[in-house]
C-alpha cells in the first residue's frame, strides 16, 4: 500500500487500513492472462471477420495541424533503420530527378528546343496563317532564327537566284504580267 | 516483455500492416490492470473475463476515434468502466443498497476464485452494497490505489468530488461491516 493512502486510510478508517494489509483475497485460473489474447483475436475473427479493414484510419494526433498529421503518417519510416535508408535514398534520388528536369526546362523553353529544319518546315508550310509584319518583328528579337523569315532587303542580298537575275528580265516578267491582268499597275507600284 | 511505453505501442497501432501487433502489445501490456479494475466491479472471474474481452473488443474496433489526446491507459480504463457498468445494470443484481445481503453473499461464495476469509467476504459485500458510482470510486482507490488526479481525467470528475465519495464510501463501509457483524454475534 503506498504512504499517501496509508495515511488517508488511517485517518478516517483504521478498519480499512488494517484490511488492506491482507493478502489479495481474489485470484485468477492459472495461465489466464496468457491466453487472453487469443481469445480476444478468436473472438473478432468469429464476430468481426471483417474488422481489420475497420481499424484503417488516420490519426489526427493534437488538433488537425496538418504538419503534426503529416509527421504522424510518416512515423512509420523511422520505425526501422531500412525503411529510413530506402526513403533517404529514394529522396535523394528524387531530388536529382527534379533537379535535372528543372534544368532541362530552363534551358528548353518553347523554339529553342525546336531544330532549326523543323521551324523553317513548318514555317513555309503554314505561312499563310501569319501576317509578314508580326513574323518580321518576332524573329528581329530571335538571333538564331533571323536567317529564315526576314527583311525583304536582306532576303535580296542574301538570295542568290534573285541576285543572278538581270533586272531586265525581271522588267520583262513584270510587263508580261501586267499585260496578261495577273497584276495591275498599282499592285506593282504597292508592291515596289 | 511485460510492458510497453504508449509510444511503442501506438507507433504500430498507426500502421495499418503492424496494426495487430500493436493491439497485441497492447493487451499484453494493459490486461492484468484493467481486468482487476473489471473483477472488483464484477466480482465474478467469468464475468470479469467476458467484460475484459468485450473492453478489447472495443479497443480494437474503435481505435479510430482515439485522438491521442489522454494516455491510452486513461482510454483504455474509460471503456472499461463503461463496459463494467453496462454489464452491471444488464445483470441487475440482487443486491439493494440499504445492506441487505443476498445475491452478492452468494455470489462470491459460489465463486472458485475467491480465498478470502469471513472478515474479507462481509468487506466484499459492504463494497457491493455502495451505488455503482461510489463503488467505482472506491475501488480504484482502496484496491487500484490509484491518485485522485489519475482517476479525476478517467472519471471526468474533479478531485474534490472524489475525495468527498471515497470518503461517504468509507463511512458507510464501517457502517455495514458494524451492523452485520453484530447480525453474525447474534
Known sequence: MNNELKKELEAISPYLS?????????????????????SVFAKLKNDYPNASATTEK????HGNN????????LEWIFASPLAL?????AAVLLMYWWQFHTTIADNCTQLACVPDTEIQQYLEQHLDEFEIETLWSATATENGSEAYIQ????????????????ENEVQQLLEEMIDKGEISEDDLKDII | MKSASDENILLLLRNSATFEQGFALLMQTFQEQLYWHIRRMVNDHEDANDVLQNTFIKVFRGYNTFEEKSKLYTWLYRIATNESLTFLQKKK?????DGEISGAWNQLQADAYFD???????LQNAVESLPEKQKLVFNMRYYGEMPYEEMSTILDTSVGALKASFHHAVKKIERFVQEHKADELN
Open chain 1, 18 to 38: 488494517r484490511m488492506k494489509e491482507k493478502p489479495e483475497h481474489c485470484r485468477v485460473p492459472e495461465g489466464f492472462f496468457e491466453g487472453v489474447q487469443e
Open chain 1, 58 to 61: 488516420v490519426v489526427v494526433p
Open chain 1, 66 to 73: 496538418l504538419l503534426k498529421r503529416l509527421l504522424s503518417e
Open chain 1, 85 to 89: 535508408a530506402a526513403s533517404s535514398f
Open chain 1, 151 to 166: 527583311d525583304p532587303e536582306k532576303t535580296q542580298d542574301s538570295a542568290p537566284e534573285l541576285k543572278a537575275a538581270g
Open chain 2, 93 to 97: 443484481t440482487s443486491i439493494s443498497i
Open chain 2, 116 to 122: 478470502g476469509d469471513a472478515a474479507q467476504l462481509l
